[in-house]
């Protein structure tokens, strides 16, 4: 019983930290089928600058050069994307959606100061990374409403430190993106 008493009490423990887990991800994906209303991140800040003149830019094939043009937080930016075949996966990307008709690359994103910063992005079932020296960074929550027609989805990352980071862009049905980058309130 002594031998088996720490693993009972990791066990006991683990499990809610395992379960708050799963819930700060997202919701499931049945709840994420509603229109822009039906986000349970707070959004209203991204929604209200969504539709200003935004910040245009052309993915790179691949990482981007050290002196490329940044995305500017907190303003909207339309990216134009590269048809699929003419951009390679960033190594470590959480999934690979490219396809035929498919369109995605990098850019540089500006991140002013540590925390957590949200990713947003439009309509196109698009798939993407932020990625730091080291690979992906974590993304402790996620929501999307597959109704909603200007925010498709938004991701929040951990972001250890300002700087340069990329968006590594795969797997949109649209060959322009409009995202918003946003420091969580």
Request: hydrophobic share 45%; with cysteine; aromatic share 8%.
């Amino acid at each position: 019983m002594r031998k088996l008493f720490p693993i009972l009490m990791l066990l006991a423990l683990g499990t809610p930290v395992a379960a708050q887990d799963a819930a700060s991800r997202g919701r499931p994906m049945q709840e994420m089928r509603g229109g822009c209303d039906n986000f349970a991140i707070d959004l209203r800040r991204e929604f209200s600058v969504w539709d200003a003149a935004p910040q245009r830019l052309t993915a790179a094939p691949a990482e981007p050069a050290a002196d490329a043009v940044a995305v500017r937080a907190s303003q909207p930016a339309e990216i134009t994307l590269l048809p699929d075949g003419a951009y390679r996966l960033a190594p470590q990307a959480g999934q690979d959606r490219r396809a035929e008709g498919r369109f995605g690359g990098e850019v540089t994103v500006e991140i002013p100061a540590a925390g957590q910063w949200r990713v947003s992005a439009g309509p196109g079932g698009v798939w993407y990374d932020l990625m730091g020296p080291q690979g992906p960074l974590h993304d402790p929550r996620f929501e999307m409403q597959t109704r909603c027609t200007s925010i498709f989805k938004t991701v929040v990352f951990a972001v250890p430190e300002p700087g340069r980071y990329r968006l590594a862009i795969n797997g949109n049905a649209n060959a322009v993106l409009r995202i918003l980058v946003s420091p969580e309130p």
